[in-house]
């Protein structure tokens, strides 16, 4: 069984910095694509960022430039750098993950953007 364990949500100000972290375990085969996706209140959870086995990586446009995807393809985790905050960044982050044809995901962490 898939096992995904996220860290790294918090509070912070508008401006700040925060580190997601997501690993994986339980699985047979290597992910094909990991990722992060967010939920805010009333709204539809919407992708943020995604990073293929060969590292190429998809973002959100009103993340660009400020988050970086990464991923350690021996430890099977995948991390979130965000930069420059803002209070529209306010969501449960939820990792996602994608084994052969099935996706896994995360319980979630909170990130909140305030002052």
């Known amino acids: 069984q898939v096992h995904l364990v996220e860290s790294g949500g918090g509070l912070v100000q508008p401006g700040g910095s925060l580190r997601l972290s997501c690993a994986a375990s339980?699985?047979?085969?290597?992910?094909?694509?990991m990722g992060w996706y967010r939920q805010a209140p009333g709204k539809q959870r919407e992708l943020v960022a995604t990073?293929?086995?060969?590292?190429?990586?998809n973002y959100l446009d009103s993340v660009k430039g400020r988050f970086t995807i990464t991923r350690d393809n021996a430890k099977n985790t995948v991390d979130l750098q965000m930069n420059s905050l803002k209070p529209e960044d306010t969501a449960v982050y939820y990792c996602?993950?994608?084994?052969?044809?099935?996706?896994?995901w995360g319980q979630g962490t909170q990130v909140t953007v305030s002052s």
């Open positions: 996602q993950v994608v084994v052969g044809l099935r996706a896994f």
């Open positions: 339980g699985m047979i085969f290597s992910p094909n694509t």
């Open positions: 990073i293929t086995s060969g590292s190429s990586t």
